[in-house]
């Protein structure tokens, strides 16, 4: 099962809590619903638990602001064995929906688990 990426699979607000002394949104918390996002298409792929194990061409291209509500897009971009590159992409709506600014994406590689959180085969369907 490959996701589309028509449809995003998170959308979160970030609140006060949130925000650098500059004002932007960290960019852990950023990476955090990444992961989230990742992990959710991950899991359904795999039929089962995965782990994050890197991640890979992660840039940031715009911050994320405090008014700004997040779209997380995720898609496997590649197979393995045992493993998937999944791409993830954020998109701010800001201004209460007047833009729509992408702030970062990247390649996130999950690996299925097996009873003991040991790499095991996936399982691919076309």
Request: aromatic letters at 6%; hydrophobic letters at 45%.
């Amino acid at each position: 099962m490959t996701t589309t990426i028509s449809e995003p699979i998170l959308r979160v607000a970030p609140r006060p809590g949130d925000i650098n002394s500059n004002g932007h949104i960290f960019g852990g918390w950023v990476l955090s619903q990444m992961d989230i996002a990742g992990g959710i298409v991950a899991g359904r792929t795999a039929k089962g638990p995965t782990a994050t194990i890197a991640i890979e061409a992660m840039k940031f291209i715009a911050p994320v602001l405090l008014q700004d509500i997040i779209s997380v897009y995720a898609h496997v971009e590649r197979r393995g064995r045992t493993s998937m590159g999944i791409r993830i992409e954020v998109i701010a709506d800001r201004g209460r929906g007047a833009a729509q600014v992408k702030v970062t994406e990247g390649l996130f590689t999950f690996v299925a688990l097996d009873d003991q959180q040991r790499p095991r085969p996936i399982a691919w369907e076309d």
